[in-house]
């Protein structure tokens, strides 16, 4: 065993990846008074919420909008992100973006605006499409009780909802609990133009909406519009750091460039780890920032997962994988006609012909872009700015590319021009000219960064039947090692920034349960 002096002998916490989540949980662990060593595979902390830099221009990698970081202004509310960050003593400047989003449906001749406010919303759908204001009325007031059926299962700790509460006061809820989004959808009857705008904020869940819970699409849209949506000043990355540095505040122990190989475990609990360069470290508890299916297949011996572990986490679908493109521009946000932080471009927002379409690795025409000099001028630089793509795919779609007939270099060119093509013809604007700087990332790039697989940034797809919440009220039966949990995107909250950091600080509250709370 290689001696290594950075270590000492056992820790009263280990977390294993410092993704936004594993940063949560750390600082809130250490906080509480807890011993924390927090290991991570690369040289710095923030996991996705990272970013690069090319010529003068530092690019964000991954980060669109966050929700639940609202400050309580205006009549919204004061956002749960906010406040548990708040809580650990997380400094964080953050900027509220302009809207929610601009959709360009080109078969359906629309060029629509989101707005926030659930009253601005209505009265934006109904502008778009005269008589669908009201049954978007309707269909956000199911949205607002789902949320408060979710807030109040949230407050009931341990002991669960009582079913009788959940039954009188909370039956839209059940209604619609077991159903994906189209299912709802189709009650309304929306008008064609309506019904695919709203269904543009299928690419912040990363899958079609056949597939996709109706009780996360609720909560999740109604938070969107009723709060705003937020980004951090600079990039995700300064993000991470302001984490990273409460949680070193709070006497936590940061070690990067530190791969775990094997989860250590004695008598069917999790007793610490080991690193790739042989060193064992001890724990009473370890929260691991990554996928369970690896870990289960990878760094665990086989004896010590249980049948049912391995059977649940081999059934669960990995979300998208995407193929994005970085410009930088020699020019403002103005100057050439990009008026939005944020589009959605496509003929239409059929989500299960756009999917199908993924499944195969060929350029596609539907794309989301930011330009986050819109929402916070200036942020790249004075007189620059930065424009960033993303294409969602299936994860198995690069390996259906045809052996032999596919160059990676070439065909990530052809895929880059396709999209700024498109971008192009639909927006009016013109960036091709002012591209400074050009970088470009395939699901195999976030693959080699993370090690997540297939390049997956979408963790488990959230399916009517296992979504957000079925797997908040199983938490307890599926953790099938004690003294090891994971958080993060594959975990109980599902993917997205907002929801990784609540995963993060929930599942350190039940670290602390577990060790005896926090120390006095």
């Known amino acids: 065993m290689t001696e290594n002096r950075r270590f000492l002998p056992s820790y009263d916490a280990i977390v294993v990846g410092a993704g936004l989540a594993g940063l949560t949980a750390a600082t809130r662990l250490a906080k509480a008074g807890k011993h924390v060593l927090l290991l991570e595979r690369h040289n710095m902390t923030g996991g996705y919420a990272t970013s690069f830099v090319r010529g003068r221009y530092e690019f964000e990698v991954s980060l669109h909008e966050a929700c639940e970081c609202g400050d309580g202004q205006n009549g919204a509310g004061y956002g749960a992100v906010r406040a548990m960050l708040d809580e650990l003593g997380v400094k964080v400047d953050y900027r509220r973006v302009p809207d929610a989003y601009r959709v360009i449906l080109t078969d359906l001749g629309v060029d629509f605006t989101m707005p926030f406010g659930i009253e601005n919303a209505i009265a934006a759908i109904e502008k778009l499409e005269p008589g669908n204001g009201e049954k978007a009325r309707n269909y956000f007031q199911l949205f607002r009780e789902i949320n408060e059926a979710l807030e109040y299962i949230g407050s009931c700790g341990k002991a669960g909802p009582e079913p009788k509460v959940m ?44 597939e996709t819970s109706f009780t996360v699409w609720a909560q999740m849209i109604y938070i969107y519009l009723r709060d705003g949506a937020h980004i ?23 070690e990067t460039n530190v791969r775990v190989v094997k989860l250590l475990t004695e008598g069917g609990r999790c007793v610490g780890v080991r690193t790739a360069d042989g060193e064992e470290i001890r724990a009473k508890y ?20 249980p049948e049912e572990a391995l059977k649940l986490s081999g059934a669960r679908k990995l979300g998208g994988s ?11 946000p103005e100057e050439m ?43 790249t630089g004075k007189g620059i700015s930065q424009l960033n793509f993303t294409a969602l795919y299936d994860p198995e779609a690069m390996d259906r590319a045809k052996p032999g007939k596919y160059d990676y270099l070439s065909e990530k060119e052809r895929f880059a021009n396709v999209m700024i093509d498109y971008f192009e013809e639909t927006t009016g604007a013109r960036i091709r000219d002012h ?67 609540t995963d993060g600080y929930a599942c350190a509250g039940v670290a602390l349960e577990m060790m005896g709370g926090a120390e006095s």
């Open 286 to 305: 370890v929260l691991c920032n990554g996928n369970p299916t690896q870990a289960y297949t990878r760094m665990l011996d086989r004896a010590d997962v």
């Open 337 to 379: 006609g990009i008026d939005s932080y944020e589009y959605f471009v496509g003929k239409d927002m059929d989500t299960e012909r756009i999917w199908t379409e993924t499944n195969e690795w060929v350029p596609h025409a539907k794309l989301s872009a930011t330009c986050p000099d819109v929402a916070i001028p200036g942020l």
């Open 167 to 210: 039954a009188t006061k909370y039956s839209s809820f059940l209604r619609t609990a077991a159903y994906n989004v189209s299912d709802v959808n189709r009650y309304y009857k929306f008008g064609p133009k309506t019904e695919n705008v709203l269904n543009a904020y299928y690419g912040y869940i990363g899958r079609h909406l056949d």
């Open 232 to 254: 951090v000043n600079k990039t995700s990355h300064a993000f991470a750091n302001d984490i990273e540095q409460a949680f070193r505040d709070n006497g936590g122990q940061v």
């Open 435 to 501: 591209i400074e700087e050009l970088a470009l990332a395939t699901p195999a790039t976030f693959n080699r960064y993370t090690g997540a697989p297939k390049g997956n940034i979408y963790g488990y797809v959230c399916s009517a039947v296992d979504g957000a919440v079925p797997r908040m009220l199983a938490a307890e039966k599926e953790r099938y090692i004690l003294g090891l949990d994971f958080i993060g995107g594959a975990g109980f909250r599902a993917h997205g920034y907002s929801s990784v950091i």
């Open 322 to 332: 995407p193929f994005m493109v970085y410009m930088g521009l020699d020019a403002t």
